[in-house]
């Protein structure tokens, strides 16, 4: 009977540790990786443990900001029918056809006039 509770003992309590230790392999190697690449703005993949820095779309493709998918592509769709007619150097001179749309300019709120003080009336 002794020699059983002392077996089981000794697994309760290597199962205690192996516990122990996953749980701290975990937060090592999953959890604060995850943590500090948030905190400097960027992507975690948890699948392959990767930090990544996210990218600006329209610095990648060459399309303006605020310009649909759909918009760009018919205007490159034009811009290319334009060079296999006209060949590419008449097209370098051109000026772009359709600019991207600017947005005004906000004007700061005006003061209301101040209205002049009065003296007061003497009796």
């Known amino acids: 009977m002794t020699n059983t509770i002392t077996r089981l ?3 309760f309590l290597g199962i205690f540790a ?3 230790v996953a749980i701290w392999g975990y937060q090592i190697f999953y959890v ?3 943590k500090k690449c948030e905190q400097q703005q960027r992507w975690w993949d948890g699948a392959t443990r ?3 820095t996210p990218l600006y779309i329209p610095a990648l493709t060459g399309r303006p900001a605020g310009v ?3 918009e760009w592509s018919k205007r490159q769709a034009a811009a290319q029918q334009l060079r296999d007619r006209l060949g590419d150097r008449a097209v370098a001179d051109q000026t772009p056809a359709a600019p991207a749309p600017k947005v005004p300019e906000a004007k700061p ?3 209301p006039a101040a209205k002049p003080v009065e003296a007061p009336a003497k009796k």
């Open 9 to 11: 003992k000794w697994i």
């Open 18 to 20: 192996f516990g122990v």
């Open 32 to 34: 604060w990786p995850a």
């Open 50 to 52: 990767t930090c990544a």
């Open 68 to 70: 649909s998918r759909e």
């Open 109 to 111: 709120a005006a003061t």
